[in-house]
């Protein structure tokens, strides 16, 4: 991709007959006033998928972003997430109400639970009131984050419906095998937060390294391109326009099986992710 091309992205299909960008950004890069530039400047460069969230006490600044950028608000997917204090019955309207108001616009494309928090007990009342404001028109799609099969099956179970996405860990070091081919065989699209990997450092494996090297592109490629090849949704986060860039560009080169077998090694396992029986978020 060269630096004077508009960033292109694909779209991936949801379960509700609806489509998300596969590559969008995540919005915990900055704050404030510079949040709101350097996000402008991200959609302008040609990102559409943005994620923000209540509790990332941003969403003031990722609506001032939009109203900067001079793209439509039509053409952008804007996700947002149901906060814990927010969670039960009337708490999550409201949640999104002050959301919009925060957002500067009338819906959002994406709605999310951000945490299950079990000991609450109010996922299930969420996730009904959640489908009553997609059915008034003031979320265009929802989905789950941070959720286990388990969980995920009794918001089915409650009202015949399953999220169109699950927001969870995901990257070759954090492969969730077993919870990724479950969100497959119900049509529900893994999207990957923090797909560069934390403390587990995917990108400063040996293997990765040599990976990158033999197809001529940076190891976050290969780290991104490892979980968009096997039809994630990828959010990565950065600062840096070069990155931005970087990060979209993934649909040139394909990783070989021998690479996937390869990367596989890099899995820590389901016990390295962070337990949503156990880890609350308000």
Known sequence: MSNNASIQIPNVALNDGGAIPQVGTGTLFAK????ADLLAQAIRAGYRLLDTAAQYANEGAVGEALRRSGVPRSEIFLTTKVAGMDQGHHLTRRGLLESLRRLNTDYVDLLLIHWPNPSRGLAVETWAEMLELQAEGLVAHVGVSNFLRHQIEELHAATGVWPVVDQIQLSPAL???????FLSDKGIIAQGWRPLGGKEQPMAQIITGKIARRLGV???????????QQGAVVIPSSRNPARWRSNADLFGFELTAQDLVDLATLDLGEDAAWDSTKHEEW
């Not at 492969?175 to 081919?181: H, S």
């Open 32 to 35: 404030g006033n510079e949040l």
């Open 175 to 181: 492969a969730r095998t077993e919870l990724r081919a």
């Open 218 to 228: 940076d190891t976050s490629q290969v780290v991104l391109r490892w979980a968009v």
